[in-house]
């Protein structure tokens, strides 16, 4: 299985803030990457995939970049709604795997 | 919308089973692969099963296989996961996600259901 690990576990951040979460896999998986945003409670809610391509309806101020096993998540001009749990995903070979998590809370 | 709304969740003793289920609404359900996804308690995600549009090819975790048995009902729009054998560890909010893509899986997961509660205990 490729495993996935994600840095930071915790950050916390200020409303207009820059955060940026990293993910790392096991073994080269090209761009298939994918970032997910859960909130306590809610279902996760796709944000990114092929590493970089912006969901329909997702705000503009999320960003993917990376390949082979290096993948970053952007998080420009922090806003309220943006503290949540962020997950990566690999889609590259079974079975699907997902990072750890990193959990985005107010400063 | 986009709606899928689980259901079948519970109480069971290690050793049983369950049956979840899944409507799906707002988009053409048999042309997309779909998933089951599930969350430990106070644990990250965890990718189960996927099903093609027709039901004709499906996959596991290895965690699962053997066990469980996801299909579909196309002419109900339901995903199903049948869960037997249940152990203290299949203890999670399960989640059926649709894929992304049409016809041809990308095996991303858009958008999900709530989620069904499964506990496993005696």
């Known amino acids: 299985d490729i495993q996935m690990t994600q840095s930071p576990s915790s950050v916390s951040a200020s409303v207009g803030d820059r955060v940026t979460i990293t993910c790392r896999t096991s073994?080269?998986?090209?761009?298939?990457l994918a970032w997910y945003q859960q909130t306590p409670g809610k279902a996760p809610k796709l944000l990114i995939y092929?590493?970089?391509t912006l969901q329909s309806g997702v705000s503009s101020r999320f960003s993917g970049s990376g390949s082979g096993t290096d993948f970053t998540l952007t998080i420009s001009n922090l806003q309220p709604e943006d503290f949540a749990t962020y997950y990566c995903?690999?889609?590259?070979?079974?079975?699907?795997?997902f990072g750890p998590g990193t959990k985005v809370d107010i400063k | 919308e986009v709606q899928l709304v689980e259901s079948g969740g519970g109480l069971v003793q290690p050793g049983g089973s369950l049956r979840l289920s899944c409507a799906a609404s707002?988009?053409?359900?048999?042309?997309?692969?779909m998933h089951w996804v599930r969350q430990g308690p106070g644990k990250g995600l965890v990718w189960v099963s996927r099903?093609?549009?027709?039901?004709?090819?499906?996959k596991y975790a290895d965690s699962v296989n053997g066990r469980f048995t996801i299909s579909r009902d196309n002419a109900q729009n339901t995903l199903f996961l049948q869960m037997n054998n249940l152990r203290d560890e299949d203890t999670a909010i399960y989640f059926c996600?649709?894929?992304?893509?049409?016809?041809?899986?990308?095996?991303?997961?858009?958008?999900w259901g709530q989620g069904t509660l499964v506990t496993v205990s005696s």
């Open positions: 995903q690999q889609a590259h070979s079974f079975p699907f795997t």
């Open positions: 996600a649709r894929d992304l893509g049409q016809w041809l899986a990308q095996n991303w997961f858009n958008p």
């Open positions: 099903i093609n549009g027709d039901g004709s090819s499906t």
């Open positions: 092929t590493a970089s």
């Open positions: 073994q080269d998986i090209n761009t298939w």
């Open positions: 707002g988009f053409t359900f048999n042309r997309h692969w």
